[in-house]
């Protein structure tokens, strides 16, 4: 009986994890859309982010690093739901395919996506605080665990 019982309080915790899961939805990523920028005075580099605003179940993204004048790096990103949940997917330059991170944590203006078998960053974090982003890669490398924070203020989209 006592087994029997802790099953069935594993299979309800179970399902509220999911129903959790289900439960995200891509108008709650609303915060991400618009025009955010970082700079770095001393590496003489700046990283721009532009996100459309939420239609058709998705967001779109790009990204641009600027250094000492002249375009270092690029990545194309979108933010899509389906039946299976909601997905950051990114296609930076160096790569010839895209790479999804599912979104598992969605608080307010926080959301964490996650890709355990991606090489490197495993986890992409961002997180709004009034017109500042936060944006943070991370995961491990070679075994080693490590991280990189971009904070961006909100600019003009022009």
Known sequence: M?????????LLLSGICFAQDAA??????????GCWQSENKERKSS??????????QSI?????TIRGGKLADYEYLRI??????????????????ETAFKLVKLAGTEA??????????QRII??????????????????????????MSKIKCE
Do not use: C
């Not at 964490?112 to 960053?121: G, L, M, T, V």
């Not at 605080?129 to 491990?140: F, K, L, N, Y």
């Open 60 to 64: 779109f993204g790009v990204s641009r």
């Open 112 to 121: 964490i996506f996650e890709n355990p078998a991606h090489d490197f960053p």
């Open 80 to 97: 899509v739901q389906d039946e299976k949940g909601i997905f950051y997917i990114a296609k930076p330059k160096a790569n010839p395919t």
């Open 126 to 151: 961002y997180k709004l605080d009034g017109t500042t982003m936060a944006a943070r890669v991370e995961g491990t490398n070679n075994g080693k665990a490590m991280g990189f924070d971009f904070k």
């Open 2 to 10: 006592r087994m029997l019982r802790t099953g069935i309080f594993v």
């Open 24 to 33: 995200f939805k891509i108008e709650d990523l609303s915060w991400i859309s």
């Open 47 to 56: 990283v721009t982010e532009y996100w459309t605003k939420m239609e058709g």
